[in-house]
Nanobody
Framework: VQLQASGGGSVQAGGSLRLSCAAS????????MGWFRQAPGKEREFVAA?????????YADSVKGRFTISRDNANKTTVYLQMNSLKPEDTAVYYC????????????????????WGQGTQVTVSS
């Protein structure tokens, strides 16, 4: 699976952005997907994840109630991260990633659980 993230940009606090992660490869629908972020000087951290069917999701406490992850299994090509009520502390490079294991029912959240990574898209939130 090859991944291409897009949709980042600069917004003011309280604004919204929608990130997209386009996947190539006919087996995309078999894998759970996740979003991570990395701010300058900090380690990459988990943001949100969804299992292969789209039936289960998980979020970092810092984004619960503000971010929503979803996947377009109809077309089997894209996963989204809708980000609302953005805060300056959400500023980071956001990466999408695909689970190493196919058909996993549970949602995984560790960076070591993911094999394929996109190139990252910058999100900047100003106060």
């Amino acid at each position: 699976v090859q991944l291409q993230a897009s949709g980042g940009g600069s917004v003011q606090a309280g604004g919204s952005l929608r990130l997209s992660c386009a996947a190539s490869g006919r087996t995309f629908k078999l894998y759970g997907m996740g979003w991570f972020r990395q701010a300058p000087g900090k380690e990459r951290e988990f943001v949100a994840a969804i299992n292969w069917s789209g039936g289960s999701t998980d979020y970092a406490d810092s984004v619960k109630g503000r971010f929503t992850i979803s996947r377009d299994n109809a077309n089997k090509t894209t996963v989204y991260l809708q980000m609302n009520s953005l805060k300056p502390e959400d500023t980071a490079v956001y990466y999408c990633a695909a689970d190493k294991a196919a058909w996993r029912r549970t949602v995984v959240t560790g960076t070591s659980d993911f094999g394929s990574w996109g190139q990252g898209t910058q999100v900047t939130v100003s106060s």
